[in-house]
């Protein structure tokens, strides 16, 4: 008997084990990110160490630890020695923490309550269209990390690493180099922002972020040696942001945010900038088709955190004319996310 064909109308066999590889997936990244919250592979930069020695150094089951591993070694992020025990390979060294590129931080944010709890409740998100996040904390989630110090450093710190997998492609994809001062509104700890002083060298910048965070940024554009060309002020892009730049950039921001919020902060841009000052989102923007798109699936994360969206071209040039802005090109990048340039009109 033969198997079924894919109903997308190619040529591929399909089979029940596919499916199967898509609903165990959680299995995959929670071990993936519980390797990173009990940071195994810092234990294991040094040099290979059996269950028993990363066990009483972690405080953690001996046989639980020695399972995880071996679980995790079939990933590649580990190798199995003989006695029980395990090495570093280059693609889990990404979860060491003291190395560039490091998405320890991102992915501990990804297994934290806060985000695997309210995928959890997806079902009841898609059934109300009300975030989960709410439901399970009790208010949004930026009211949320506001009251939180310790889960804002998680964001804070997660969105850092994101950046380190997209800040070189975003830099070598747009020219910044005319730009005399650039704002960043909402940069976190301001990676990409340092990312982009350090190649534009008559640049001056200007970091926007809310309190919990403008410390975390402080600290990083002095290791990246950018601090003297950089102011950071504290505030709130939904009351006002800075006036003065030549250029304003907001990473990852919108797609927080559902229209009429994510419009009231582009206008707010909008009333600080003179006219035909640019404006440049970086964020995903989802292809049409069935094509895989990871966009997709970023658009649920935003469904059940916090009703905000990823949003195609179309829907980006929509909002920018609600907002006072004419969207003049959409420039890819060598990672997922695209710069979407406007200016003000």
């Not at 889960?151 to 020219?175: C, E, G």
């Not at 945010?257 to 009231?264: M, P, Q, S, V, Y």
């Not at 949003?311 to 990672?335: N, W």
Request: charge should be negative; glycine fraction near 8%; charged fraction near 20%.
């Amino acid at each position: 008997m033969s198997q079924p064909v894919d109903p997308s109308g190619s040529d591929q066999e399909v089979s029940p084990r596919m499916l199967m590889e898509l609903v165990t997936g959680k299995w995959r990244a929670q071990a993936v990110c519980v390797a990173a919250e009990l940071g195994l592979a810092d234990l294991l930069k040094d040099g290979p160490r059996s269950s028993a020695e990363i066990a009483s150094i972690a405080n953690v089951s001996e046989d639980a630890v020695y399972r995880l591993l071996r679980a995790l070694a079939s990933l590649g992020l580990f190798s199995s020695l003989p006695e029980r025990c395990f090495a570093l390979t280059p693609l889990g060294a990404y979860l060491r923490s003291d190395i560039p590129g490091s998405l320890r931080g991102f992915a501990r944010f990804a297994g934290h309550e806060i985000t695997w709890r309210p995928w959890g409740q997806l079902a009841d998100t898609v059934r109300t269209g009300t975030p989960a996040f709410e439901h399970l904390f009790g208010m949004p989630a930026f009211d949320y990390c506001a009251q939180h110090p310790d889960v804002a450093a998680i964001v804070n710190n997660a969105m850092t690493a994101a950046t380190t997998t997209s800040a070189a492609a975003i830099v070598a994809a747009y020219d910044f180099a005319k730009i005399g001062t650039l704002v960043d509104v909402g940069g976190g700890h301001g990676l990409l922002l340092a990312s982009i002083l350090k190649t534009a060298a008559g640049m001056h910048g200007i970091l926007f972020e809310l309190p919990y965070a403008v410390e975390g940024a402080r600290e990083l554009l002095r290791r990246e040696a950018v601090a003297e060309r950089c102011a950071v002020i504290a505030g709130d892009f939904f009351a006002a942001v800075p006036e003065g730049g030549d250029a304003y950039i907001l990473k990852g921001v919108i797609h927080d945010w559902n229209d009429e919020r994510a419009t009231h902060i582009l206008r707010n841009c909008h009333r600080a900038m003179r006219p035909q000052t640019k404006l440049l989102l970086v964020e995903g923007v989802i292809t049409p088709g069935d094509e895989p798109d990871v966009q997709k699936f970023g658009d649920l994360e935003m469904l059940v955190l916090a009703a905000g969206r990823e949003r195609t071209e179309a829907e980006f040039a929509e909002l920018y004319s609600k907002a006072g802005f004419r969207l003049t090109q959409v420039v890819p990048t060598t990672s997922p996310l695209s710069i979407i340039e406007g200016v003000r009109v």
